[in-house]
Nanobody, 126 residues
Framework: QLQLVESGGGLVQPGGSLRLSCAAS????????IGWFRQAPGKEREGVAC????????YYADSVKGRFTISRDNAKNTVYLKIDNLKPEDTAVYYC???????????????????WGQGTQVTVSS
């Protein structure tokens, strides 16, 4: 059974940092590109970062560049999302997802991702 499980969310004060993890089971994560998405209440799901399958190239949404860092540890079958300088507007449920190859313009399009985790809540508040 293919499964992605996110962890590492929580309540953080503005300016703080978190590292989210996305662990895969039932399949080898390095066969897939992995994306991180977030969804705030009342808003559409937003792609924030992705990392390629083969060469580890990363891509970020403009809204998070400079604060979010995606990385992968294929030996641990895990992908990470480090978030620095957290802001209240980062509050959302964060999901990881896996996909095969796609066009560059589709890298953060949710519909091209085949497998999804259940999400982890990140709340930024003082």
């Amino acid at each position: 059974q293919l499964q992605l499980v996110e962890s590492g969310g929580g309540l953080v004060q503005p300016g703080g940092s978190l590292r989210l993890s996305c662990a895969a089971s039932g399949f080898t994560l390095d066969y897939y590109a992995i994306g991180w998405f977030r969804q705030a209440p009342g808003k559409e799901r937003e792609g924030v970062a992705c990392i390629s399958r083969s060469d580890g190239n990363t891509y970020y949404a403009d809204s998070v560049k400079g604060r979010f860092t995606i990385s992968r540890d294929n030996a641990k079958n895990t992908v990470y999302l480090k978030i620095d300088n957290l802001k209240p507007e980062d509050t959302a449920v964060y999901y990881c997802a896996a996909r095969g190859p796609t066009l560059a313009a589709m890298r953060l399009a949710a519909h091209v991702y085949n497998y999804w985790g259940q999400g982890t809540q990140v709340t930024v508040s003082s």
